[in-house]
Every structure is written in structure tokens, then in C-alpha cells.
């Protein structure tokens, strides 16, 4: 079975990784933008592309002919691949274009949100002058501020955390209104941040385990956001701080999201979907929704999947998803280890001298991401160099697993984040 792999960060490897699991015994082709050695080493062959360039994924993609392709970032998805592989007749493991708008424009996700769920969204409005923000404002004078396009995960703006004034918010929501002719405006929801993700085959939702991502880039969520410096979860599929019911709420919001938009776009949504849900007093609060798997998450949520990872692709690709996705219940803990100064300022470049012992080790296990090889060495680039990842019976003793191997290595050059996670259930909001 021939698999297409499009991607080339963590994610994707850990994407890799289930692929090669597989009983399928699949043959892996990889079409990416860096030259990931964790991807390119165990695929059959490669096409170094931007995935912004669907042509010339789709190039790739007929000389191949995969059984499936499957997809990790979102600008591929944004950007209508799916469409363009379907109709030349491919299957794959994600959404269509006009689904994935529930990711790349958050204006529509609103509205969408608003009309077809009616529950779940903080006070929102679309804003396209700068009275329209000086009005929101004067009512939420916390808020947040986010493009409509997609922004890997960079472009949010919080006034009292990234926005320190009035008038800086206002300039910020003047910028985008300038650039993009309009922002999105919503009401600081305070709380504990928790990601969802679900396998879907448009018609059933299969829930993975939940995670929680740590967004900042430097320790107590300080500094400027980033992709995800690390994650965890817990053993019972939970958090510590999410009950049963907030996580029946969360997915019911998912269910409806995924059945009207299917109806909608009148295309099955197939793939993953994943939602961003803030717990509060009164709930979970829909953050945002991402098309696809999220990085760091997927590296926590695949590496305890236990149904044959291929054969639920397939299943879902096909529009049958296999009845069941089971998970071991264990606890994971990732974390990413980035180039110093990432990211307003990373050091790009610079070797990195992984030990012998962890390059086979399988707990913690690593997983290249953002990385140039040259002569077997390999080198930062501007963006999340590798993570780590353990597997235990309690995230306590998965995050000693990982502290320990980083106490042993001091890996030069790089930088992570030693308080993740937090298990205290600190307020991140
Ligand atoms: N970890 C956040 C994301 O994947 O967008």
C-alpha cells in the first residue's frame, strides 16, 4: 500500500511513525518543506515542495499514485488540496476547502458557530472600522484580537498579555482592518485550555484522547505565543481539570459542528477535526477548530493509539469509519525543544549533537521536526527543532522520564520549557 505523507514537522513525524505501525506494511512517500530526516529517512522516495503549492504536490501526488494521501498542515487543506486530489480520483484523510474555512477563517467559524451550534462561542463581532473596535472594546476591555487568515498560531493578540494598552489594541485591530479589511474581536474567556481532537468520517465522531498544549514560549505562559511548546495527558483520557460532563459538552459541540458542515458543504467531513475549548465556570468555550491534527498533540495521541492506524484512514477516507478507535490508558508528556530566541529571534543553524542512547530510545522517544541534515548532522532551523515524548502510567511520571534524559543531555543550542506541564491546574487564560 503506497501512502502519502504531506508535511514535514513533529506532527508529521509522529503521522510517519503510525503509518510504519501499520499492519498494512506501507510503503511511505513524503511530499514536504524541509527535508525532515525523521520523515525522509524511513519513506521510499520525497518531493521537497512549499505547501502552499498545491500543483506541485498534485504533480507529485500522480506519479506516485497513493492508496491515500494523508495531510498534517493546514495550509494545504486551506488551500484546496483535497479537492484537487479527489478529483483526480485519489482518497484522502482531510477536508475539503470549504471545510476547512471552520480553520482558515474565523470570521466564517463564527458565524457558523452562531447559526448551526448557538452555544459554545464567547461574545464575538467582526469588525471592519475603527469605531466598530472602540465600541467593543468599551465593552470588553479585555479582549482578544485575531486575524481572519490562518497565522500558525502567532497572529492572536490579547489585550493585558501581548496588548498592554488601549491604543495598542487599537492599532492592532487597525492594522488587520488595513491589511485584511477586517479582524475578529472577542471576549477574553478566563480558564484551563484543553484540545479535542476527533476522527470523522462526517457521519460518527471517534474522540482521541484530550491534551493540553502549552502555547507560550517561555515558562508560567509567559512571552509571545508560539505553535506549542509542549503537551500532556492523563491516563484516563481526561484532564485533571475537565469533568465528564465538560467533555460530553465539548464533543457534543464537535458533533453538531461536523453534521452541519457536512451538510453544508454537502461533502462528507473527513478527516480530523480538533477543537480548542477553554474550560470555564459556565462550561467549555470554543477557542477555535483546526482541520487537522494539532502539533504537539498529535505526537501525545498517536503514540497510544492501539486500532491499526492505516485501517482507520482507510475506513475514514472510504466514508465507513471503523466502529471503534481505541487508545491505551497511559499518560504522555511531550516537549519541544526550539531554537534559542524562537520565536521572535531564533538561532537558526546550529548543530545539534543528539545522543547516540536517545536516537533509539523508546521512552522518551524523539521526533524531528524543523531540522536540516548536511554529512549526518543535523541543524536549527527558525522554527521547533524535535520533541521528546514519554509514556507512563501518570503524566508525574511521564514529565520525570523527559526531565531526566534533558538533565542528561543539556542539549546546547536550545531551549524548552522545564515547567511543562504544570500539573498544579494553573489558569493559562
Ligand atoms: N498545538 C496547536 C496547534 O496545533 O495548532
Redesign the pocket.
Known sequence: MKVLLVGGGG?EHAIAKAILRSNYSAELFAYLDIANPGITRVASDYSLGSLNDIASLAVYAERIKPDIVIFGPEVCLAGGAVDVLESKGMRCLGPTRAQARIESDKSFMRNFMKRYVGRGSPRWRVVRDANEVREFLALYPNAVIKPFGLTG?KGVKVLGRQLHTHEEAMAYANELISRDGGCLLEERVLGEEF?LMVFTDGKRLCPMPLVQ?Y?YAHEGDTGPMT??MG?YSDSSHLLPFVTQKDFDNALSIMNDVIRNLSQLTKTPYRGVL?G?FMKTEHGPILIEF?AR?????AINVLALLETDFLELCLSIAEGEMVDRVHFRHQATVCKYLVPKGYPDQPMANIPVLVPEFLLHSLNPEIYLASVNESNGIIFTTKSRTLALLAVAATPWEAKRIVDETLNSWNPEGLYYRRDIPRLGGMSQG
Open positions: 506532527r498560531g484540545s498544549d502555547k505553535g506549542g503537551s480538533y480548542q483546526n491534527f494539532g502539533d504537539p498533540e
